[in-house]
């Protein structure tokens, strides 16, 4: 069992940077893929960014990739995206995501590759 809880999430302007960060519960949490997922208001939640257990592979959706990166510290436990030169179409709320060993790398970009998620934290970019 894993929780995860997200925090770093507000409201910026376009062009600013923020960073989230999720804290994870349990003793073998760097057994785990994580992942980063967002939903905007009236749509379908989307994948973000993603990292293997080790932290040496990453993946990223087109539409963030060279403003966003994924990392993680597995000697703390978290996962944190840091968030650069942010648009207004990277409002949303953001979702950490946990996937358990046996996961599969390229598909860490698919929701139902995740057993656990956070509550999500509010990003909200404006002009």
Do not use: H
Not at 25 to 41: D, E, H, L, V
Not at 52 to 63: H, K, L, P, V
Not at 83 to 96: F, G, P, R
Not at 100 to 127: C, D, H, I, K, M
Request: hydrophobic fraction near 35%; charge should be positive; include cysteine.
């Amino acid at each position: 069992q894993v929780q995860l809880v997200e925090s770093g999430g507000g409201l910026v302007q376009a062009g600013d940077s923020l960073r989230l960060s999720c804290a994870a519960s349990g003793r073998t949490f760097s057994s785990y893929g994580m992942g980063w997922f967002r939903q905007a208001p009236g749509e379908e939640r989307g994948f973000v960014a993603a990292i293997n257990r080790s932290g040496g592979s990453t993946i990223y959706a087109d539409s963030v990739k060279g403003r966003f990166t994924i990392s993680r510290d597995n000697a703390k436990n978290t996962v944190a995206l840091q968030m650069n030169s942010l648009k207004l179409e990277d409002t949303a709320v953001y979702y950490c995501a946990a996937a358990p060993p046996g996961y599969r790398l390229p598909y860490l970009t698919r929701r139902t590759e995740y057993a656990y998620w956070g509550q999500g934290t509010q990003v909200t970019v404006s002009s």
